[in-house]
């Protein structure tokens, strides 16, 4: 049996316990859903209105070179190649993921000339199959997009495989894909990765050198805590930078934007390539707060924000199987910790008002079609009394049966 006071010892125990203190998290609020939106850093605000202020109100346009805007896709981005095993000139951050999914994956299908399939799996995320559906259908159908179960990945790898395109967690269940094992058997069959970050990124330490991946993409408002709609990042391995290509040529993307040429001609040069990834101008406020996301990372061990991520999400399942055993609810996440992101999915066929009834008491988490409750676990700011309290208050939703009531039946527009 574990208790309250279980719960307490470890918060004292937590060396990551001081960070919460750099977060906004409401009072009465238990947020367990900063997988799908990081929260606020207090540095975040201040950040914003100076870059508004002080640089935008005074010095106008003359901010591009004096306050360096104009470097901020590459500073930002150096600061996530830090968090991903990747190096500072690998990582630009641009666009949303989706877009950033499209433009990897016209580069790696062009590397690959003459392989017609794009392998991917049913735990992908849905943006991530469409852009390469609605790529495959610019290219006028010479590419296939075939998508098979996770355990059937290494066996349809074959040789008319260009690309491995995967989100490293999936997004429902949590479960883990192995990286470096994946990478290794694409490689094998002699084709390209795309290894989607989304839900890793800041969440656990990630190796994208050490695993010999291509290319990856990411997320910036998840666990990077960079903002609703804050720019995605695209990870580009150095070996590739000089060969690949990708279709949105803008002014950006140039080899030189301000020399205004007439004809496109990618970024060049070692070190400078990734830029040809870039479209159009930059987001300025939001990569101001983005960056704001990634300098609370600053000092902190990845390694200890897994630990926690990973005890977290055991002292979530093991609170869930003793104090509401016999509700129907089934674990969907593996067990292993070791085999999970940093978030734990139960199923239950009332799984939507169930997760309306929880958020009206406080515990946010979310609900993914057709019957997931996702809790996400943050180390930043979560705590170990925050699981307990969350779990006390879904064992009352259940004995009570506040999700019976009309309310919360209802679908909203964002679930
Ligand atoms: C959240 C998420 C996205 C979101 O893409 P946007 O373009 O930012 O809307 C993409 N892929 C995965 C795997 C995600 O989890």
């Known amino acids: 049996m574990t208790s309250l006071a279980d719960c307490w010892a470890m918060d004292a125990q937590d060396p990551l316990a001081a960070l919460r203190e750099r977060f906004v998290l409401p009072d009465a609020m238990i947020y367990l859903d900063g997988n799908s939106l990081g929260a606020l850093p207090k540095a975040t605000e201040a950040r914003v209105r100076d870059v508004i202020a002080a640089q935008w109100g005074k010095d106008l346009i003359k901010s591009w070179n004096q306050h360096d805007w104009i470097g901020l896709p590459r500073r ?27 433009k990897a994956l016209h580069a790696a299908l062009s590397l690959r000339p003459g392989r017609r399939v794009i392998l991917s799996d049913e735990g992908n995320f849905p943006t991530d199959l469409y852009m390469a559906q609605g790529l495959a259908e610019l290219l006028d159908d010479k590419h296939e997009l075939i998508v098979v179960p996770p355990e059937g990945i290494a066996d349809a790898l074959n040789d008319d495989v260009a690309v491995l395109m995967l989100t490293e967690i999936d997004y429902r269940t949590g479960r883990k894909h192995d990286m470096k094992a994946l990478t290794a058997a694409a490689h094998a069959a002699g084709a390209l990765t795309i290894w989607d970050l989304a839900h890793s990124a800041g969440a656990f330490p990630v190796d994208l050198n050490g695993s010999d991946a291509d290319f990856a993409v990411g997320c910036g408002y998840k666990y990077l805590n960079g903002g609703p709609g804050a720019p995605a990042f695209i990870f580009i391995a150095e070996r590739w930078q000089q060969a690949a290509s990708q279709p949105l040529f803008g002014w950006m993307g140039h080899d030189a934007p301000f020399a205004f040429d007439l004809d496109y001609r990618p970024r ?66 593996p067990r292993d910790g070791n085999r999970r992101g940093s978030q734990v999915s139960f199923r239950h066929p009332e799984g939507y008002p169930i997760m309306q009834a929880l958020i009206a008491r406080g515990v946010v988490g979310d609900f993914r079609a057709p019957d997931i409750l996702r809790f996400g676990f943050t180390p930043l700011y979560v705590r170990y009394q925050d699981v307990w309290e969350a779990v006390q208050r879904l064992r009352v939703v259940m004995v009570e049966q506040d999700w019976q009531r009309p309310e919360y039946r209802r679908r909203a527009a964002v679930t």
């Open 76 to 102: 930002v981005g150096a600061k996530i190649a830090a968090l991903i095993g990747a190096r500072p000139h690998e990582v630009v951050v641009a666009d949303s993921t989706s877009l950033n999914v499209f």
């Open 268 to 333: 060049q040069g070692p070190g400078e390539s990734i830029d040809r990834f870039l479209v159009g101008t930059p987001p300025i406020l939001s990569l101001a707060a983005l960056e704001a996301g990634l300098d609370q990372f600053a000092g902190v061990d990845m390694a200890e924000v897994r630990r926690k991520s990973i005890a977290l999400g055991d002292l979530f399942i093991a609170l869930v199987e003793q104090e509401l055993a016999g509700h129907g609810l089934t674990l969907a996440s």
